[in-house]
């Protein structure tokens, strides 16, 4: 008899992450590859888990913009995502078809990553916060009074307009909106803009007091909207050296004394890298 399986899957714009565990987001095992086509890619993780067991439980947290409403015919399903190969894909048709026993949980991959900084993370013991990834675009979980967001899709903050830091004429990276958010603070644009990645600028480069400047304006409008208790600041960009203490400092000046110090607000993932899978695991304990 084959082994029963709680999963995760972790769907990044990049990167894959596949894993077993329990339902209170322990990870026994995982493995790591790049996101390509949706056929190529899932069919990693089916054949990775099929090795070990039979899953009979599947949370998945993944990239967006996709359906997440129970009661919307296309549940499951990829909107216009920048990612063409996904656009119209649907991971309740696949996982139905590959597997037909595993009951299946679907989020964001940035509610994900919440959901586990609130239960064992950053966030324990808080009803109001925000989880914002920077990588290969910008996304953001939202908790208000213990409830993760969805509404009418979920939130799509990379895409808000922020004030362009002056002088800078950079069209943006976004496909759909040219300089929003996302168009000028993701991990492509500083690339495009700079000419090399993030993670090979130096630390006094003029590129990060300019990041540090947009990612402010966006969690400064983040913070009047919601007012959350914490603002977790996640993702491949975050993790340059300074750059938090450098938000802090921008949004600071945006308060003009309005609010308290926005600052101590702001704080990375306690998980790390693996809020995002930790969390997929966790949102089978919604089931």
């Not at 994900?112 to 990588?135: D, H």
């Not at 926005?262 to 930790?278: H, K």
């Amino acid at each position: 008899m084959s082994r029963a399986l709680i999963a995760g899957l972790e769907l990044g714009g990049t990167k894959t992450v596949v894993a077993i565990g329990d339902r209170d987001g322990t990870v026994a095992e995982e493995f790591r590859y790049p996101t390509t086509t949706p056929e190529e890619t899932l069919a990693i993780a089916i054949d990775w888990w099929r090795e070990r067991g039979e899953v009979v439980a599947l949370g998945i947290a993944s990239f967006g913009p996709l359906r997440l409403r129970r009661d919307a015919v296309d549940y499951g399903v990829y909107l216009t995502t920048p990612k063409l190969a996904w656009q119209g894909f649907s991971l309740v048709d696949f996982f139905a078809k590959y597997l037909p026993s595993a009951k299946l949980t679907i989020e964001t991959d940035v509610n994900a990553a919440l959901l586990a900084e609130l239960k064992i993370g950053a966030a324990q013991g808080l009803k109001n916060a925000l989880y914002l990834t920077v990588g290969t675009g910008i996304g953001a979980g939202v908790c208000c009074e213990g409830r993760l967001v969805h509404g009418m899709l979920h939130p799509e903050m990379g895409h808000l307009r922020v004030p362009r830091f002056v002088g800078d004429d950079f069209a943006g990276v976004c496909p759909f909106h040219g300089d929003c958010w996302e168009g000028v603070a993701s991990g492509p644009a500083i690339e495009k803009r700079w000419g090399l990645p993030a993670h090979l600028l130096p630390e006094d480069h003029p590129a990060w007091e300019m990041e540090a400047y947009y990612l402010a304006q966006g969690l400064f409008s983040a913070n009047t909207i919601l007012s959350p208790e914490r603002m977790i600041l996640g993702g491949g960009v975050s993790q340059a050296p300074l750059l938090h203490e450098r938000i802090s400092e921008h949004m600071r000046h945006l308060s003009n004394g309005y609010f308290p110090d926005l600052g101590v607000l702001l704080s990375p993932p306690l998980l790390g890298q693996q809020a995002g899978i930790i969390g997929a695991l966790l949102l089978n304990d919604t089931l």
